[in-house]
């Protein structure tokens, strides 16, 4: 799989992944001497660093920080390369004093720990290269407020019995948007649909395999649906109740980036 990136620091470098959910401060976040990881909230605490491709949401905390990242890179314990999806000043200045190649605009939740990891920040790419990259669509139908789940049956090929939106597979050079409003025809019956937003693409990842899930939002004038053999059931929901629901991985984060690109 290969990410598109926006330079940050230029170089590249290759590592196993480190893998952050939660914004990451170096000054107190990591040991200066030898670059342990100490932030519980990091999800990683007690690993290593040095020669990782370290993935996390953005930098935060006190200015030092830029200091702390040159000071391990001097000592040979910092980190091959920095991911982030938006970068801010304090980690950017310390990747640029410490020529450690960084990138941002990426979702670091792509990343699994211990990925393979080739970030080439001067070309604007992080390849994954033994992560399969599968592009589909994700459909949320809205009507009155409320948003259509499906429940997906145990004949199809992935996540059986897990709630999703109205979803389907991209072909090679298929418009993604094309793709959404045949899904919908094919798994509700509904044709009667009007297009309001694009969301930014969400990558969910189910081992080796990443779905680079592109998300829709469509309103429609009714809840009458006709479901076809994918899935056994639904429910029009409001957008606060989709935690209830044992979902196809990142659904919600799926929701989110639809409902967010109006």
Request: avoid cysteine.
């Given at each position: 799989m290969r990410l598109p990136a926006r330079r940050i620091a230029p170089g590249r470098a290759e590592g196993p992944a480190l893998v952050s959910p939660s914004p990451f401060s170096f000054v107190g976040g990591a040991d200066p001497a030898?670059?342990?990881?100490?932030?519980?909230?990091?999800?990683c605490r007690g690993e290593r660093i040095a020669g990782r491709v370290?993935?996390?949401?953005?930098?935060?905390?006190?200015t030092v920080g830029s200091y702390v990242v040159y000071?391990?890179?001097k000592r040979g314990v910092g980190p091959a390369a920095l991911v982030n999806e938006r970068?801010?000043?304090?980690?950017?200045?310390?990747a640029i004093l410490a020529g450690v190649p960084m990138v941002d605009g990426v979702d670091v939740r792509g990343f699994l720990p211990g990925d393979r990891a080739i970030v080439d920040a001067d070309a604007g790419a992080i390849d994954l290269p033994d992560v399969r990259a599968v592009p589909v669509v994700s459909v949320f139908l809205r009507n009155r407020g409320r948003l259509l789940l499906v429940q997906r049956g145990d004949r199809v090929g992935s996540f059986p019995g897990r709630w999703s939106a109205v979803s389907g597979y991209l072909e090679r050079d298929e418009d993604p948007r094309d793709r959404a409003v045949q899904e919908v025809r094919e798994e509700t019956g509904?044709?009667?649909?009007?297009?309001?937003?694009?969301?930014?693409?969400?990558?969910?990842r189910d081992g080796p395999t990443a779905y680079v899930v592109h998300p829709f939002l469509f309103d429609v004038?009714?809840?009458r649906l006709q479901l076809d053999w994918e899935n056994v059931t639904h429910r029009w929901i409001r957008s606060s109740e989709i935690d209830g629901f044992d979902t196809v991985p990142r659904l919600r984060d799926v929701m989110t980036s639809a409902l967010h690109g109006q």
């Open positions: 030898t670059g342990e990881v100490l932030d519980e909230a990091s999800g370290f993935a996390f949401p953005h930098g935060k905390g006190s000071g391990l890179a970068a801010e000043g304090i980690v950017a200045v310390g509904i044709r009667d649909t009007r297009f309001r937003a694009a969301g930014r693409p969400v990558v969910a004038p009714s809840r």
